[in-house]
Nanobody
Framework: QVQLVESGGGLVQPGGSLRLSCAASGTIFSIYAVGWYRQAPGKQRELVAR???????NYADSVKGRFTISRDNAKNTVYLQMNSLKPEDTAVYYC?????WGQGTQVTVSS
């Protein structure tokens, strides 16, 4: 079955950067759109960025210009480069492909 494993989260100061990775197994990765979502305490899970099989992308307005999603089909991996991080970016970040979710990785932005 399909499995997604996220990594790269951690604690970073405001203005800092992190790169998240989502490694997929058990599927023909290249044909699927893959999304990064996040959920902060007490809030609903929201779409952060998505990349389609064509390579086209879309972003939440709150992260446009700061985050970049990319994919490496040879490695079955999607990345989320996060720059100029803000405290409001603090959340658990999840990878999503088809109807499968990863376990999430915590991102904390704090001084």
């Amino acid at each position: 079955q399909v499995q997604l494993v996220e990594s790269g989260g951690g604690l970073v100061q405001p203005g800092g950067s992190l790169r998240l990775s989502c490694a997929a197994s058990g599927t023909i990765f290249s044909i699927y759109a893959v999304g990064w979502y996040r959920q902060a305490p007490g809030k609903q899970r929201e779409l952060v960025a998505r990349i389609f099989s064509t390579g086209s992308t879309n972003y939440a307005d709150s992260v446009k210009g700061r985050f970049t999603i990319s994919r490496d089909n040879a490695k079955n991996t999607v990345y989320l480069q996060m720059n100029s991080l803000k405290p409001e970016d603090t959340a658990v970040y999840y990878c999503h492909l088809s109807n499968v979710w990863g376990q999430g990785t915590q991102v904390t932005v704090s001084s």
